[in-house]
């Protein structure tokens, strides 16, 4: 049985972040995640962003152990507020997820161990003389 950490933002990575167009006043701001999420966690975090909730609504994606939103530095206060939404919705699928394939390797475990205690009364059976 695995355990989930759930996944927050832990800081900014200043260094990271940055302008990837000139022209544009719009920067690569790198927020720093607690740990690297699983594949599973991105494709939750990616559903919880498909349908906009604001008037301006800025690409954000999952680069490594970071989310990256693309926004103006001014408007990043209020996207992690957003973000910390999509962060939560993104833990719990996840833990659904965990604790469905749980609740699975249980019974196939317990089917299992049925199986085997079937054989050993099937072979009992058999040698078996009345």
């Known amino acids: 049985m695995q355990t ?3 996944i927050g933002i ?3 990575c200043e260094d990271k972040s940055h302008n990837p167009d000139k022209q544009f006043l719009l920067f690569n701001m790198y927020l720093q995640l607690s740990h690297t999420p699983p594949h599973e966690w991105k494709d939750y975090f ?3 962003r498909r ?3 604001a008037a301006v609504w800025r690409k954000v994606w999952v680069e490594g152990d970071c989310l990256v939103v693309y926004c103006q530095p001014e408007e990043l206060q209020q996207e992690i507020e957003t973000l910390k939404e999509d962060i939560a919705f993104a833990n719990r699928q996840y833990r659904q997820l965990q604790q469905l394939r749980d609740l699975r390797r249980q019974q196939e475990q317990m089917e299992q161990e049925e199986a085997s205690d ?3 009364i099937r072979q009992l059976a058999e ?4």
């Open 51 to 53: 349908l906009p909730r």
């Open 46 to 48: 990616a559903e919880s």
């Open 118 to 120: 079937r054989r050993i």
């Open 4 to 6: 989930f950490e759930n």
């Open 127 to 130: 040698q078996l003389r009345f």
């Open 10 to 12: 832990t800081g900014l």
